[in-house]
């Protein structure tokens, strides 16, 4: 395996067997305009201590750049990315802070923050840094969302719906006992006046709980709550 610079017309040509970074591909780290590939296995070998150290994917964003395609892309005359020592990481899986750290003990010495773009710049040195550092984070994770029971036992429309089919149920078991008892002996008749006011309890409280559904969807509507 190489530990001298070595420099590749394509990153096609890299031969397997002087490929030691596993979670890295030649493709990666070669030039984004011409496919030029110059191999630094001190900078590869600090790629990959600071992967191994984060634990999750780099996504990189800028490697290795060939004289002319920094040129093409505006780079610095002197840019440590045309000695193959350079790498532009994106932080779209990375709390910012934690991966600077993390590039520090690994042993990288100039930063470069980008929060516009998006990406941390880090290279083998001479020490320095600029840019604005990206903003703290209140919160590195992801706010959780209820899952869809939470929401819908949370749903006013779908309280009044139920209130109207527990209430239409109830009216419709009610009738059913007052036919049961208009056919009993006379001792129980009385009691069907009763249920006969019961029943009427059961379909306006049915009427309430449909306006109160109707009431709930057509605000919900109104509020954007689809």
Same mark, same amino acid.
């Given at each position: 395996?190489?530990?001298?610079?070595?420099?590749?017309?394509?990153?096609?040509?890299?031969?397997?067997?002087?490929? &030691?970074?596993?979670?890295? *591909? @030649?493709?990666?780290?070669?030039?984004? #305009?011409?496919?030029?590939?110059?191999? %630094?296995? +001190? $900078?590869?070998?600090?790629?990959?201590?600071?992967?191994?150290?984060?634990?999750?994917?780099?996504?990189? &964003?800028?490697?290795?750049? *060939? @004289?002319?395609?920094?040129?093409?892309? #505006?780079?610095?005359?002197?840019?440590? %990315?045309? +000695? $193959?020592?350079?790498?532009?990481?994106?932080?779209?899986?990375?709390?910012?802070?934690?991966?600077?750290?993390?590039?520090?003990?690994?042993?990288?010495?100039?930063?470069?923050?980008?929060?516009?773009?998006?990406?941390?710049?880090?290279?083998?040195?001479?020490?320095?840094q600029w840019g604005e550092r990206f903003p703290v984070r209140a919160v590195p994770f992801a706010a959780e969302v209820p899952t869809a029971r939470e929401v819908l036992a949370e749903s006013r429309t779908l309280k009044g719906a139920g209130t109207a089919g527990v209430a239409t149920m109830g009216a419709a078991g009610v009738e059913?006992?007052?036919?049961?008892?208009?056919?009993?002996?006379?001792?129980?008749?009385?009691?069907?006046?009763?249920?006969?006011?019961?029943?009427?309890?059961?379909?306006?409280?049915?009427?309430?709980?449909?306006?109160?559904?109707?009431?709930?969807?057509?605000?919900?509507?109104?509020?954007?709550?689809?």
């Open positions: 395996m190489p530990d001298t610079v070595q420099t590749y017309r394509h990153f096609r040509d890299v031969p397997k067997r002087d490929w &030691r970074w596993t979670n890295f *591909s @030649p493709a990666e780290i070669a030039c984004r #305009g011409t496919g030029k590939l110059k191999l %630094h296995p +001190e $900078a590869l070998d600090k790629l990959q201590a600071l992967r191994d150290r984060l634990g999750k994917p780099l996504i990189i &964003r800028s490697a290795y750049r *060939s @004289p002319e395609h920094n040129r093409a892309v #505006g780079g610095a005359t002197r840019s440590k %990315h045309m +000695e $193959a020592t350079a790498f532009d990481i994106a932080m779209e899986n990375h709390d910012p802070v934690a991966f600077e750290a993390a590039a520090r003990a690994v042993g990288y010495l100039g930063f470069g923050f980008y929060p516009r773009s998006g990406f941390i710049h880090v290279d083998l040195g001479p020490t320095r059913v006992v007052q036919e049961v008892l208009a056919e009993a002996q006379g001792t129980v008749l009385p009691l069907v006046t009763h249920l006969d006011s019961l029943r009427w309890i059961f379909i306006l409280l049915a009427l309430a709980g449909i306006a109160v559904a109707i009431w709930a969807r057509v605000d919900d509507w109104r509020k954007g709550r689809r």
